[in-house]
């Protein structure tokens, strides 16, 4: 056997090594992102300023996200719709129309539904929002 077949065996064997201490489940939690967002349409005072979430900062991770193989489930302090603001452009209309994106913002889980540990990460994106009802949840930010 050649050099290189025998690093390729050695490699092929490490690989099977590792996975043999990986369980199904850990497998499966680890391919699950957790995205966090606003409920809110604007920030409550008389002018009715914007606070929805910025829809460029949740499509295109959304995006990069499912493209690499990771589910993605949204919680949002009360469940249910996310509103988003701005266009959707590029890849933004892309997820939109291809990738489930609105379907999944729009069925937001509540907080207390929401088991941390089945989450390989967690993104929080941009949106005035966020800084009213995220930032004063209590029973969202104990579960983060």
């Not at 966090?36 to 295109?60: C, F, I």
């Not at 729009?106 to 966020?130: D, H, Q, R, W």
């Amino acid at each position: 056997m050649g050099k290189t077949a025998k690093i390729c065996s050695l490699i092929c064997s490490m690989i099977i090594l590792v996975m043999g201490f990986i369980t199904p489940s850990q497998a499966a939690e680890t391919k699950r992102i957790l995205i966090v967002a606003s409920n809110l349409q604007d920030m409550g005072d008389p002018e009715k300023h914007d606070a929805r979430n910025n829809l460029w900062e949740y499509a295109t991770p959304y995006h990069v996200f499912v493209s690499h193989g990771y589910d993605v489930d949204f919680v949002s302090p009360k469940g249910g719709v996310v509103p988003f603001m701005m266009d959707p452009l590029g890849i933004s209309s892309y997820t939109i129309k291809h990738e489930g994106f609105l379907e999944r913002a729009n069925s937001s889980l509540k907080p207390e539904k929401v088991v941390i540990e089945n989450f390989a990460a967690v993104y929080i994106g941009g949106g005035y929002g966020t800084l009213f009802d995220v930032a004063s949840n209590r029973e969202l930010l104990r579960s983060l």
